[in-house]
């Protein structure tokens, strides 16, 4: 698929997720603009790694807990490219910055979670529109078990923050309709080198066994590039139907049901 002449910008692209969505807008001949938080070498690396793809890009850094910084990171990367087609708010705090029950949290990791998910989307989605012809696209990277559940405590903040931000994601879908630019979220399943990989091994291992015997029926994680293969796709003009969507991209995870052992229900 042929995205050539088109314009990113992604956040969190340094690592993970992230990157695999940049290389991949990158595959189909999108210009990327790399967004990192601290880890200016990992954001290069990623560059470097577009660029062998045959497409320039950019590095731009920010902390999207401060809307100030997402106004000035979407204010250069207008500067730099022109105009922008597609923005993915795919950036999230490190795990300890949020990772608390609901009886414990304090307001400032409750405060990592909200600003960086639903606000950084907010001001995030409004200055890249602002950037826009029409027919854009913009992303938001989710986690919607998190925000329907109740049963991993740790993620009370995050979980709710992400709840916020799907429901944003259909404001905003109605609000840039009229433009034909579309705006849907992302639900990924877990996925292979990304924030699993700074889980404490045990864990990591429980979570791929847990998967791989049947709580996802294909068997397996996911990884970066199978979401930027949806990125990809609904980037694509034919994608200007869907709108204001939660989108699950877990091969085949969320339609098991938590009450019936998997083991009856793969048979
Ligand atoms: N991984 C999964 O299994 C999974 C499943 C469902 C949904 N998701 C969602 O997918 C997205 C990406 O997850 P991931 O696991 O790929 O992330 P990750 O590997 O942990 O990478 C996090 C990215 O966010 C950046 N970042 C961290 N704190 C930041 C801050 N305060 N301001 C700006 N940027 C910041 C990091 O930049 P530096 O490199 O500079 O630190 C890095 O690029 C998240 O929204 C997550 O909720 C992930």
Request: overall charge positive; glycine content about 8%; cysteine-free.
């Given at each position: 698929m042929s995205l050539t002449g088109k314009h990113a910008l992604i956040t969190g692209s340094?690592?993970?997720?992230?990157?695999?969505?940049?290389?991949?807008?990158?595959d189909a001949g999108?210009?990327?603009?790399?967004?990192?938080?601290?880890?200016?070498?990992?954001?290069?690396?990623?560059?470097?790694?577009?660029?062998k793809h045959g497409v320039e890009g950019m590095i731009v850094q920010?902390?999207?807990?401060?809307?100030?910084?997402?106004?000035?990171?979407?204010?250069?990367?207008?500067?730099?490219?022109?105009?922008?087609?597609?923005?993915?708010?795919?950036?999230?705090?490190e795990v300890p910055e949020f990772f608390q029950g609901?009886?414990?949290?304090?307001?400032?990791?409750?405060?990592?979670?909200?600003?960086?998910?639903?606000?950084?989307?907010?001001?995030?989605?409004?200055?890249?529109?602002?950037?826009m012809n029409d027919g854009g696209r913009i992303f938001a990277l989710t986690y919607a078990e998190g925000s329907r559940t109740g049963g991993l405590l740790p993620w009370a903040g995050m979980g709710s923050a992400k709840a916020a931000l799907e429901s944003l994601v259909r404001y905003f879908a109605v609000a840039l309709a009229k433009r034909g630019i579309t705006v849907n979220a992302i639900s990924p399943g877990w996925t292979e080198d990304s924030v699993l990989n700074t889980l404490?091994?045990?864990?990591?291992?429980?979570i791929r066994n847990w998967h791989v015997r049947g709580w996802?029926?294909?068997?397996?994680?996911?990884?970066?590039?199978?979401?930027?293969?949806?990125?990809?796709?609904?980037?694509?003009e034919q994608a200007g139907w869907i709108t204001g969507q939660v989108i699950y991209a877990d091969?085949?995870?969320?339609?098991?049901?938590p009450e019936v052992p998997t083991e009856i229900q793969i048979g």
């Open positions: 340094s690592r993970g997720i992230g990157r695999g969505i940049a290389l991949k807008l990158a999108v210009k990327i603009a790399v967004h990192y938080y601290q880890n200016e070498r990992a954001a290069k690396d990623t560059l470097a790694a577009i660029r920010a902390d999207v807990t401060k809307p100030a910084e997402i106004t000035a990171m979407l204010g250069k990367v207008k500067k730099d490219f022109g105009k922008l087609d597609i923005f993915v708010s795919n950036a999230r705090p609901p009886m414990d949290i304090t307001l400032e990791q409750w405060n990592a979670a909200f600003d960086s998910q639903a606000k950084a989307f907010l001001v995030g989605a409004r200055e890249a529109a602002a950037s404490p091994t045990q864990a990591q291992e429980l996802t029926p294909m068997g397996r994680l996911g990884t970066p590039e199978d979401i930027g293969n949806v990125v990809t796709l609904l980037s694509s091969g085949g995870a969320s339609l098991m049901n």
